[in-house]
Structures are given as structure tokens and as C-alpha cells.
């Protein structure tokens, strides 16, 4: 399979998964729900505007201008894949920049349109096309559900400012597109004398004169 078909197929294979997941999540699940698949795993359906670690700022000036900022980014790997493909590196990091191409994609999907393709009821699950939504192009929430609290309890009282505190490892929610991205990045630092190719250093040839 020539690496552009390695490409293509990564990204649509990626996507794909991602926008199912995220639409059964949203379609069976009330906002807040859990449903506990290990006592390590469970499936727990939040949203956020978009931040890394729900992160938010500017509310929906912010929320904008980080869509349109997602959407020049996108472009700017599109242009690295190509370059990276034309270079016939590994198939690793053309494989993990695809990845982070999706991840950034299935984002994308869930802010530009899911204000708009689902409605947004209280205490109830989601509707997707409905026949009225009170949402707007542009400012849908990202669907998150992957929640992994390997460990829960109270940190040692040695250890500065935090001892003694309530943790929970590993805390934060995230969705398939975010695990793109994660791993698209391991593969590029695990590869990355092939991701990034250091120019060889042309030796200059110096003449003396006589």
C-alpha cells in the first residue's frame, strides 16, 4: 500500500470511530452520566468547549477564535503530511501525523457542529437532527467519555504543599480524538530522527591562494 493510501485510510478510519463513539455517547448518555466498565475504566459523558483538560478563556470569543486557530492549524499539517509523504519516510510518521490530523478533525467536527445537529435538553439524552435546536454554528461542545481513575486517595502528608490532599491518577476525561493526537505524538518522538531529518552540512571546500 503506497503511503498516501496509508494516509487516507488512517484518517478515515480515525475519524470515522471517533464521530460514532462520540455520537452514541451523546445520543444514550445524560450529560453527567457514568457507567462503570472496570473499576479502573468507565465511561463517564462530559463536554467542554474545546481546551485541553477542559481549560476555558474568553468564553465564546475564546471559544471562537481557538475553532478558527484549530482550522488554520489543520491546514498547516495537511501541508506537513504531504511534504512528509513526498519524503517516503517510515510509514510510523506518516501514520502519527495522520493521527494527529484526525485528532484535530474530530474536534473540529464536535465544535463547528454539534450546536447544530443535535439539541441540548436537561436531564435527558441528546437528539441528533432534531427538528429544532436552541445551539449555533460554530460553538458546539466537545463530546468527552474515556475516564481512566486507575488510582483514587490521599497523597503522603511528606510530600510539600499537596500532602495530605485527595488525588485521583489519571483524572482527566478525554475522547478518541484527544488519544489521536497522544499517541501521533509518541510515534513522532519514538521516530523522530525520521520525522525530522537533520540537514546533512554541505563541507565547503576552501582554496588558498598561492
Same mark, same amino acid.
Given at each position: 500500500?503506497?503511503?498516501?493510501?496509508?494516509?487516507?485510510?488512517?484518517?478515515?478510519?480515525?475519524?470515522?470511530?471517533?464521530?460514532i463513539?462520540?455520537?452514541?455517547?451523546?445520543?444514550?448518555?445524560?450529560?453527567g452520566?457514568?457507567?462503570?466498565?472496570?473499576?479502573?475504566?468507565?465511561?463517564?459523558?462530559?463536554?467542554?468547549n474545546g481546551?485541553?483538560?477542559?481549560i476555558?478563556?474568553?468564553?465564546?470569543?475564546?471559544?471562537?477564535?481557538?475553532?478558527l486557530?484549530?482550522?488554520?492549524a489543520?491546514?498547516?499539517?495537511?501541508?506537513?503530511l504531504?511534504?512528509?509523504? &513526498?519524503?517516503?519516510?517510515?510509514?510510523? /510518521?506518516i501514520?502519527?501525523?495522520?493521527? $494527529?490530523? %484526525? =485528532?484535530a478533525?474530530g474536534?473540529? @467536527?464536535?465544535s463547528?457542529f454539534?450546536?447544530?445537529?443535535?439539541?441540548?435538553?436537561?436531564?435527558k439524552?441528546a437528539?441528533?437532527?432534531?427538528?429544532?435546536?436552541?445551539? &449555533?454554528?460554530?460553538?458546539?461542545?466537545? /463530546?468527552?467519555?474515556?475516564?481512566?481513575? $486507575?488510582? %483514587? =486517595?490521599?497523597?503522603p502528608?511528606? @510530600?510539600?504543599?499537596?500532602?495530605?490532599?485527595p488525588?485521583?491518577?489519571?483524572?482527566?476525561?478525554?475522547?478518541?480524538a484527544?488519544?489521536?493526537?497522544?499517541i501521533g505524538?509518541?510515534l513522532?518522538?519514538?521516530?523522530s530522527?525520521?520525522?525530522?531529518?537533520k540537514?546533512?552540512?554541505?563541507?565547503?571546500?576552501?582554496?588558498?591562494a598561492?
Open positions: 500500500m503506497s503511503k498516501k493510501n496509508i494516509a487516507i485510510l488512517t484518517i478515515l478510519i480515525t475519524i470515522i470511530l471517533d464521530q463513539i462520540k455520537i452514541y455517547v451523546k445520543t444514550h448518555f445524560v450529560l452520566e457514568e457507567v462503570k466498565v472496570f473499576d479502573w475504566f468507565r465511561i463517564h459523558f462530559v463536554e467542554n481546551m485541553a483538560m477542559g476555558e478563556f474568553g468564553g465564546n470569543a475564546g471559544k471562537l477564535f481557538l475553532t486557530f484549530r482550522i488554520v489543520v491546514g498547516a499539517i495537511v501541508y506537513w504531504m511534504g512528509t509523504i &513526498k519524503r517516503k519516510v517510515h510509514n510510523a /510518521v501514520i502519527g501525523i495522520s493521527l $494527529i490530523f %484526525s =485528532g478533525v474536534n473540529i @467536527i464536535d463547528i454539534y450546536g447544530v445537529i443535535f439539541n441540548h435538553p436537561s436531564n439524552v437528539t441528533l437532527f432534531p427538528e429544532t435546536t436552541d445551539g &449555533k454554528l460554530f460553538f458546539g461542545k466537545v /463530546v468527552d467519555m474515556f475516564y481512566f481513575p $486507575i488510582w %483514587s =486517595g490521599d497523597l502528608e511528606w @510530600i510539600p504543599f499537596v500532602g495530605g490532599d488525588f485521583t491518577f489519571f483524572q482527566y476525561i478525554f475522547n478518541p484527544d488519544s489521536y493526537i497522544s505524538v509518541a513522532l518522538f519514538i521516530f530522527k525520521q520525522a525530522f531529518p540537514e546533512e552540512k554541505k563541507e565547503i571546500e576552501t582554496t588558498t598561492e
